[in-house]
T-cell receptor, first 112, second 113 residues
Framework: GENVEQHPSTLSVQEGDSAVIKCTYSDSASNYFPWYKQELGKGPQLIIDIRSNVGEKKDQRIAVTLNKTAKHFSLHITETQPEDSAVYFCAASSNTGNQFYFGTGTSLTVIP | EAGVVQSPRYKIIEKKQPVAFWCNPISGHNTLYWYRQNLGQGPELLIRYENEEAVDDSQLPKDRFSAERLKGVDSTLKIQPAELGDSAVYLC???????????FGPGTRLTVT
């Protein structure tokens, strides 16, 4: 099955700086890559996703890049704010597998 | 529009006791998922339903876990008997179909003592 690795496990940045979280996957059939934000005591919330026919996608301060050849994708948050502090999870899935495989999460702390 | 609803939010039980979790997905979503999330880990799929049919339950410990989605809408996940290692957050998610984005509920935090 798919194996998704996520780095770093913890990340601290100053408010206003950028944060980058990286994930790698193993199954070349994976073609859908969502990112979730999970705040304490809540379920994961979808913040952005990308499909394998696209190399980059942006939504305001959040962007995701995908390199299918290298089997890695990254989340970029610019102009970080304290409310961005949360645990972020990447995931990968394929149409054939129909199952989401999650990374182990990155705890992001934005220091005011 | 209401999101995915789960209850209870918290449950504390002694080992060997039974426990049940309930999930009501987003209206119109045909696919329903149950995940288990251990502390410091990402969610791991337990079972996936397409309408009322369980199409992927390969990760469900069938000796003690069971699930149902009788009318293809809400779902119940049961553990009987619970073990100490079952302490985790149980998340329910739903999607329009199996290849579209998933939306998660708030989860049920289970503590087995």
């Amino acid at each position: 099955g798919e194996n998704v690795e996520q780095h770093p496990s913890t990340l601290s940045v100053q408010e206003g700086d950028s944060a980058v979280i990286k994930c790698t996957y193993s199954d070349s059939a994976s073609n859908y890559f969502p990112w979730y934000k999970q705040e304490l005591g809540k379920g994961p919330q979808l913040i952005i996703d990308i499909r394998s026919n696209v190399g980059e996608k942006k939504d305001q301060r959040i962007a995701v890049t995908l390199n299918k050849t290298a089997k890695h994708f990254s989340l970029h948050i610019t102009e970080t704010q304290p409310e961005d502090s949360a645990v972020y999870f990447c995931a990968a899935s394929s149409n054939t597998g129909n199952q989401f495989y999650f990374g182990t999460g990155t705890s992001l702390t934005v220091i005011p | 529009e209401a999101g995915v609803v789960q209850s209870p939010r918290y449950k504390i039980i002694e080992k060997k006791q039974p426990v049940a979790f309930w999930c009501n997905p987003i209206s119109g979503h045909n696919t329903l998922y149950w995940y288990r999330q251990n502390l410091g880990q990402g969610p791991e799929l337990l079972i996936r339903y397409e309408n009322e049919e369980a199409v992927d339950d390969s990760q469900l410990p069938k000796d003690r876990f069971s699930a149902e989605r009788l009318k293809g809408v809400d779902s119940t996940l049961k553990i009987q008997p619970a073990e100490l290692g079952d302490s985790a957050v149980y998340l329910c998610a739903s999607s329009f179909n199996s290849i579209t984005e998933q939306y998660f509920g708030p989860g049920t935090r289970l503590t087995v003592t």
